[in-house]
């Protein structure tokens, strides 16, 4: 099926030091030229079903689906978390009534685990995606604290 929509975002690299944002600490931070990329297509339902080529790849947990509304995450480093805490970042601030289901894949060539901030880069492609096809009329600012929110 081709997707109706695609959203990208960079990784990084911390000139001071990896780990250090959601920390608090200073950084000083700077794109990179590898992207993570999130394909959707709308699905008529009120779940998200989320496949990451990459970690199917390499024989990891690489599926997910959950609702729309709070959900409870996974143990462990699941990387279906990040989108789920995006989700619930967006429910509490009374998004809920305008987010309908979708069918995503991702895909990448950021070193999950790297220091690059992979998962940074997957929270901001995802809240982009939901605040373009939904017209959430998010900031950048908005996304940056809805995504930082998401993974904290």
Known sequence: MVAQFV??????????????????????????????YVSATLSGGDKFNVRSLDLERYGEPSVDSFPIGINEM????FFGNYLRGVIN??????FAGRIRGMDITI?????IGSGLASSAAL???????LNHVFDLKLSRRDVAEISFSAEN
């Open 89 to 94: 970042v967006l429910v509490k601030r009374g």
């Open 123 to 129: 929270e901001v492609a995802f809240t982009e995606l």
């Open 74 to 77: 996974e143990k462990g480093k």
């Open 7 to 36: 959203v990208s975002s960079p990784g990084r690299a911390d000139f001071l030091n990896t780990h250090q944002d959601y920390k608090g600490l200073p950084v000083v931070p700077a794109a990179i030229n590898l992207r993570l």
């Open 107 to 111: 895909r990448s060539n950021i070193p």
